[in-house]
């Protein structure tokens, strides 16, 4: 097969290059002398932290099959999503690490799902049993982390990623946490009302950002004091943003962007299974949940949040709306950090796959090509 060559201008740095793919590999990238206008932008795929489910898929399931994960990773990789951390929600701990098993085996009978599958994340069980910072996960199965537990963990996923929501208040979290990071886990702190000082010792200890900031909270916080402004405060602390304008105000989208510096926030869907399927009914581990028209991922007969529909994609485009900037000005939120944050290897470097994005926009809009290991997938227009 001869080699595809493009002329495209490089995202990181506005000049031409031409980019060469050959055998779903990247083989070049050179800079042109020349400037000619009108190229695509270059972009690298998207990687999502946290997924719980797609495509009607709910990886919260003992029994969920080769086919089912297939089918969630094409839906992912259709949204431009290349690379995620299978997200596992609060259960029993033997239940939970039963299922980063069944899905390792899944992963590695299928070349598809190495790919796209980086890694785990466990959000849960260490986290609040308290009512609001819970959400969704079933408080009776939350626990004290301790080195026991990340030692069985570590014994199951071996070198592969691994992510860890905790919160603080347990007097067991410090320790757990630099047992963790000797393991060669990532620990963010989440779904806690951690006080100021139980943060600053759990980041003294080695953790390092904090689960989907503004949710895992109750709606009504206290004005002066509150884990919003305590983790803002922190500057350690990186922080994973949800883009679907629900579970984060635009208002306090921008604000979180005005006091963190760039280089400390992510974006991530914390999609369950309804994402990329439309509204209706789901399950979501041990749980039916309701979609509505607006997105709104909700337990029946409950106001409070339990995941999102959000795909990858679109949250580029939430996020931009929001921040009033053009995707390209948001695309490394949703790319190279969490890649970044969790010790990914960089997308867009020689020898990667050919996994790619064409953004060119005019004034009709914006339209996206997606390509992965050199093929397209899919193209994407959003209107003006």
């Known amino acids: 097969m001869s080699p595809e060559v493009r002329e495209v201008i490089d995202y990181r740095t506005g000049h031409v290059v031409r980019l060469t793919c050959a055998d779903g590999k990247i083989r070049a990238i050179e800079p042109l002398a020349t400037v000619v206008t009108g190229q695509p932008v270059l972009l690298p795929p998207l990687v999502d ?26 839906g992912l990789a259709a949204a431009a999503c290349g690379r995620f951390l299978l997200t596992l929600v609060t259960n029993r701990w033997e239940r939970m690490l039963a299922r980063v098993r069944h899905y390792q085996a899944l992963r590695a009978a299928s070349p598809r799902l190495q790919r796209r599958i980086a890694g785990w994340h466990l959000e849960g069980p260490f986290m609040s049993p308290q009512p609001g910072f819970h959400g969704a996960h079933p408080p009776e199965f939350m626990e004290a982390p301790s080195a026991a537990r990340m030692q069985q963990l570590k014994a199951i996923t071996g070198d592969d990623p691994v992510l860890l929501t905790m919160a ?34 759990a980041v003294a200890a080695g953790a390092e950002g904090f689960t989907h900031l503004g949710n895992g909270c109750p709606a009504e916080l206290h004005r002066h004091d509150n884990i919003i402004f305590r983790v803002l405060d922190e500057p350690r602390l990186r922080a994973s943003l949800i883009t679907d304008r629900i579970h984060v105000s635009p208002v306090l989208f921008r604000l979180m962007h005005q006091v963190m510096e760039p280089a400390r926030i992510c974006y991530t869907t914390d999609a369950m299974s309804a994402a990329g399927a439309g509204p209706g009914t789901y399950d979501l581990a041990d749980m039916k949940v309701e979609v509505g028209a607006d997105g709104i991922v909700r337990q029946p007969g409950k106001s409070n949040y339990a995941g999102s529909s959000l795909a990858p994609l679109e949250g580029i485009r939430r996020a931009a709306a929001m921040l009033r900037k053009p995707p390209v000005a948001v ?8 890649a970044l944050f969790v010790g990914l290897a960089p997308a867009l470097s020689l020898g990667a796959p050919a996994d790619y994005c064409l953004l060119q926009a005019s004034a009709a809009g914006t339209r996206i090509e997606i390509h992965f290991t050199g093929e397209p997938v899919r193209e994407v227009t959003w209107p003006v």
Do not use: K, M
């Open 49 to 74: 932290i946290q997924v719980n489910g797609y495509a009607g898929v709910d990886f919260q399931r003992d029994n969920c099959t080769a086919a089912e994960l297939e089918r969630a990773v094409d």
């Open 168 to 201: 603080p208040e347990w007097p067991e979290t410090p320790a757990a946490i630099r047992v963790a990071r000797a393991l060669g886990f990532h620990v963010w702190l989440g779904h806690t009302d951690a006080t100021a000082e139980q943060i600053a010792t």
């Open 331 to 338: 695309w490394d939120y949703f790319s190279t950090q969490p």
